[in-house]
């Protein structure tokens, strides 16, 4: 009887030190599948309708900034840049202004996941500045939504920019889990 118990005692502790010794093995092998460097998309024009007059800004409801681009971001090391170009539509469809975008910052981003390492869907904020020919508009948030593997009330489909233009009104966009 004595023999038994101590076999599996020997059993016991020879499973714990084998789990002890591969634990930093699968430590690597969980964080390697956890990726945090991405790029992200902008499918076709995406447009974002301002649904509000903002008294002091040339922004009027009915409005529409259409944005295309692209970019990178690292949300373990809180980097990112990328942009694009944009144009400002006034409710008649008339062209209001023209320009660039750049990012300026990284705010936050939530990986959903998808089936491949190019179609990934998440929702990510970033800070930007538009440059147009007449003005210069900094420290705005720009919210890339990608509805893949998106959970139940997540934001739709598209691009908005906080504040202002927040009803995504068209495009399509992507994320790629970097390198």
């Not at 076999?7 to 499973?15: D, E, R």
């Not at 390697?32 to 409801?61: D, E, H, R």
Request: hydrophobic share 40%.
């Amino acid at each position: 009887m004595e023999n038994v118990s101590s076999k599996k005692i020997v059993v016991l502790l020879s499973s714990l030190l084998l789990m002890v010794a591969i634990a930093p093995a699968l430590q690597g092998v969980v964080l390697a599948s956890s990726p945090s460097a991405y790029s992200f998309n902008l499918i076709g024009p995406n447009q974002a309708l301002a649904t509000n007059t903002i008294p002091g800004t040339p922004i009027v409801a009915g409005a529409v900034l259409r944005l295309t681009g692209s970019g990178s971001f690292d949300f373990s090391s809180a980097a990112a840049g990328g942009g694009g170009s944009f144009t400002h539509y006034n409710p008649d469809g008339s062209v209001f202004a023209r320009g660039t975008w750049v990012v300026t910052g990284f705010q936050s981003f939530t990986p959903y996941g998808g089936p491949s390492s190019g179609i990934q869907g998440g929702l990510l904020r970033v800070t930007i500045t538009l440059f147009g020919p007449e003005a210069t508009f900094a420290g705005l948030t720009l919210q890339v939504s990608c509805e893949v593997n998106a959970p139940s009330g997540s934001p739709g489909e598209g691009t908005t920019i906080l504040g202002l233009f927040p009803v995504p009104d068209g495009g399509g966009t992507l994320f790629h889990i970097g390198s």
